[in-house]
């Protein structure tokens, strides 16, 4: 099974210290977001785990327990975008943590996110292609993939704040086609995460990273190349403070759990079906 460390909150930044716990533990519980009675539970050991994928915007605090998962398999989904904190309220300094991090953890392990790319007053067409090229001179040679995608309206999240100015299905294409080369210049390969921007097509959890075979996920969108993964995050639990993202709803977070506890999010009330899930 591959685990996904998560689309649902910002694991490595947030949780590296619980993460690190429960994999000494070997296992870790999981609610169903839909249906909290029903509770997974996933074991977290090297016969048991294909690999793990983590998605974050800051691995600095995941990096210095790192060697403790040096029996398993696992790559980075790094978000690392242009904006500054009036759309990322609470991501550390880019120069200073960000890209630090990203740089110590290996080309062949990291994956580059330039998502959500949305144009306002502010972020123009002209910034993100200033910027992209920035970072792309920066993250040379310590990745060889990247991948892209543009802004969705989920109905958790009010981006009227944002006052994005509405692209075309062709402008979007025109501009990933600008940074793709970019990309390509510094040895990167850019591709898109389940749109059709004329780009390849991202597998954000594949299979091939880890020499396993597995069916798509179903549970992702159409054009979305993943293949199936157990994700262990909890939405409203992370306080990144970024104004696009889906994974709070309307902004609210849970209390940071305790980071011994079996789960994120709130605890057990003793009423759930537990089920193993590998």
């Known amino acids: 099974m591959i685990v996904s460390a998560s689309r649902r909150t910002d694991i490595p930044a947030l949780f590296s210290d619980w993460f ?24 977290l050991t090297p016969d048991k785990v ?21 029996q398993f398999k696992y790559y980075f989904q790094f978000t690392i975008t242009p904006y500054g904190r009036d759309v990322e309220a609470n991501i550390p300094d880019k120069n200073e943590v960000v890209i630090p991090a990203f740089q110590q953890i290996g080309a062949d392990k990291v ?20 910027a992209f ?41 025109q501009l990933a086609k600008q940074l793709a080369e970019i990309a390509a ?3 990167i390969v850019l591709s898109s ?6 780009l390849p097509h991202s597998s954000c959890i594949d299979g091939k990273m880890f020499g396993v075979v597995k069916p798509k996920d179903r549970n992702q969108r159409g054009l979305c190349g993943c293949v199936e993964s157990v994700d262990i995050g909890a939405y409203s639990t992370c306080s990144n403070g970024c104004a696009y993202c889906y994974a709070n709803h309307y902004g609210y977070v849970q209390p940071k759990p305790d980071p ?3 789960l994120l999010g709130p605890p057990l009330n003793g009423t759930e079906t537990i089920k193993q899930r590998n």
């Open 260 to 262: 011994g506890c079996d």
């Open 20 to 43: 690190y716990n429960r994999v000494g533990k070997g296992f870790v519980l999981l609610k169903n977001p839909y249906n909290p009675q029903q509770v997974g539970r996933v074991t």
């Open 185 to 187: 210049s510094h040895g």
């Open 133 to 173: 090229t920035e970072l792309c001179e920066k993250l040379e040679g310590y990745t060889h993939k990247a991948v892209t995608s543009f802004v969705d309206a989920y109905r958790t999240v009010d981006l009227r704040p944002l006052n994005i100015q509405p692209l075309t299905d062709e402008q979007k294409a």
């Open 193 to 198: 995460c389940a749109e059709e921007l004329g």
């Open 111 to 130: 994956i580059w996110r330039y998502d959500p790319i949305f144009i306002n007053e502010r972020y123009t067409w002209d910034y993100h292609v200033r």
């Open 50 to 70: 294909d690999g793990f994928v983590f998605w974050t915007k800051n691995a600095a605090p995941m990096l210095r327990r790192i060697h403790e998962l040096d």
